[in-house]
């Protein structure tokens, strides 16, 4: 018998009560259809639809004449009631935690085009060449006005997430490819700088889509662009955004290397200690994703010596550096130690990066209250556990982030051991309403 999806969730003061939550941990049917029809108003022919049942059958449960025992029948019930799976002791149905939304790669086109064929315009793309054309020769208040909107987008990225950025940033990566073409000397060696770095922001916005094989067209488009105009401690920067993507996409052992790589670019351009510093964190996140805690151990004590030298030289760093402070370097050392499992010791620096860090910075809260829940849940501290989970939850709800949803929804499966415990329930019905 075909069963009718359209059913909403049941009254939330129906699953918490002790008497549900009794009916279902005994798998007591027929308490748990009396409750439905009472309290839900979901008659005995309606569960019969929902659940694949004949109302015959619904009816000797109910009346405590037959009893469910098969698992795929109760499943049947869970799933057709929308009834939590750990509360009949089940494994968690596919319903309870939406999947991540499918957001349809697109290929990015090259910012500097060279093709000598006439090719199909995107919409709008006709416009942008006619402003580009009345706009005449690029000046040092255009250079101004692009490398003032490059800010702008890394505070909003910051704040809010970098996925909804995407076509704003491509576009103005696009704009600066055609200003090329008219700029010469000093000038068009500035805007290939700004090309540069609006690639490596297009690039982290898919990133943080979790779309990463966009990601790493537009890192690599900003390694040839930096290269094109001698910049090797940018060169660095971008090899480190290409690290740190390697861990994400589940390739370590390139992480390693593309981490090694950057520090040379940044040693051939005189070694800038701030930057040094945040190249061998990068370098120990991919050192604990292959869970080799004596190279990630040095990695971090290397990371520590260039931060404190950066201190005391006091060498002026480049501004994409700069987001890089004591804050960040503790946060992310607790990081690191989280994801070689070392969670004792990655909890206390977590919790003070996250007291330390401005409310402004919601997107790096979410993120790090994520880690901070991991670690605690390693210890089995769940009551912290969820707390922590709560907070980035309530931060998640306010950025566009797919990258940290992923790890919250991580985390929810690191909770499966804990299904019934009700610190956990009341955790994923949160989950439910933030996410779903």
Known sequence: ???????????????????????????DFARVFRLVKIKAGIYPSRIAALCGMTPSRVGEVMAGRRALAHIDVIERVADGLR?????????????????????????????????????????????????????????????????SSVEDYWRRDDEHGGATLRPAVVGHLRYVGRLLDTADGGLRHDLQAVAAELARLSGWAYFDARQYSTARTYFTQALKLSHGHGDRLFMA??????????????????AVALACRAQDAARAAGEQPLVMSMLHLREAFAHAALRDARSCHQAVDRSRDHYEDSRVREAEAPSWVRYFDETKLLVDTGIAYARLGEAARAEPLITEGLRREKASQQRGRAFHAFWLASTQ????????????????LDLTATIDSPRVSGH???????????????????????MRNALG
């Open 1 to 27: 018998m075909a069963r009718s999806q359209a059913h909403r969730a049941l009254p939330p003061e129906l699953l918490t009560s002790a008497e549900w939550q009794e009916a279902c941990r005994r798998r």
């Open 408 to 430: 919250v929804q991580e985390l929810h499966r690191q909770m499966l051991p804990y299904a019934r415990e009700a610190p956990v329930l009341a955790f994923e019905q949160r």
């Open 377 to 392: 849940l390693q210890q089995g501290k769940l009551d912290q556990a969820c707390i922590s989970a709560g907070l980035a």
């Open 83 to 147: 009834i939590p799976g750990a509360m009949l002791g089940l494994a968690h149905r596919p319903w309870e935690i939406p999947a991540p939304a499918r957001i349809r790669e697109r290929l990015p086109e090259p910012a500097l085009p060279a093709a000598e064929e006439p090719q199909q315009a995107e919409p709008g793309q006709d416009l942008d060449d006619l402003l580009a054309l009345v706009d005449g020769r690029p000046t040092r208040s255009t250079l101004t006005a692009l490398r």
């Open 237 to 254: 920067n971008v090899l480190s955004c290409m690290s740190l993507l390697a861990t994400y996409d589940g390739n370590p052992n390139d």
